[in-house]
């Protein structure tokens, strides 16, 4: 099954450390997304790639870090310089960046740091 | 700036008509998505607008206004199971989707 998986589903961090959440797909899309997605908010985009070993910022990427080695994989590391990190966190992908295609979303990584 | 709107919340009867709203303001037009997403899980994609006019898929049909930066959602013959979040994004000039603060739908029996 063609899909994108997110792991862990749920997790908890001390206040200080750093996290990373995982992200992989096998859809063969160029494109992958990481969002942040807050109650009473629109989700917000923190990072996206559209080729491998390239990656722009979104609008808050403040505090976090990707990587993209591997075009299946798309890393986000949730740093202590980030103020403010629990949040339910997305990923996604797209067949291509810079067009009208659909983006497809895994099921998330509920970030609670304690 | 840019900017989505659209309800909070909206509450209909199972078997009922339900029509939920987004108007927006984006530099640019490159299309309008609909997602559905259930509490805790990840937003599921429902349609695509990028003429004006109607789109009929099934039980959901979306519609869309550039002229007026306006679409809506129209559910019909309502299910329980269509209690979820309904989340408005626009794709501006710059292929970047933007994104409402969604409506959350309550389907009461």
């Known amino acids: 099954d063609g899909g994108i998986t997110q792991s862990p589903k749920y997790l908890f961090r001390k206040e200080g450390q750093n996290v990373t959440l995982s992200c992989e797909q096998n859809?063969?899309?160029?494109?992958m997304y990481w969002y942040r997605q807050d109650p009473g908010q629109g989700l917000r985009l923190i990072y996206y790639?559209?080729?491998?070993?390239?990656?722009q910022k979104g609008d808050i990427a403040e505090g976090y870090s990707v990587s993209r080695e591997k075009k299946e994989s798309f890393p986000l590391t949730v740093t202590s310089a980030q103020k403010n990190p629990t949040a339910f966190y997305l990923c996604?992908?797209?067949?291509?960046?810079?067009?009208?295609?659909?983006?497809?979303f895994g099921p998330g990584t509920r970030l609670t740091v304690l | 700036g840019q900017n989505i709107d659209q309800p909070t919340e909206m509450t209909a009867t199972e078997g009922a008509i339900v029509q939920i709203n987004c108007t927006y303001q984006?530099?640019?037009?490159?299309?309008l998505f609909w997602y559905q997403q259930h509490a805790g899980e990840a937003p599921t994609f429902l349609s695509y607008n990028v003429l004006d006019g109607l789109e009929e898929k099934g039980r959901f049909s979306s519609f869309l206004s550039r002229s007026k930066g306006y679409s809506y959602l129209l559910l019909k013959e309502l299910q329980m199971k269509d209690s979820a979040s309904y989340l408005c994004?626009?794709?501006?000039?710059?292929?970047?989707?933007?994104w409402g603060a969604g409506t959350k739908l309550i389907i009461k029996p």
């Open positions: 859809l063969n899309h160029d494109a």
């Open positions: 994004a626009v794709m501006d000039s710059n292929y970047q989707l933007i």
């Open positions: 790639s559209q080729i491998v070993n390239d990656f």
């Open positions: 996604a992908s797209e067949t291509s960046g810079g067009s009208t295609d659909t983006q497809y």
């Open positions: 984006t530099s640019g037009f490159n299309g």
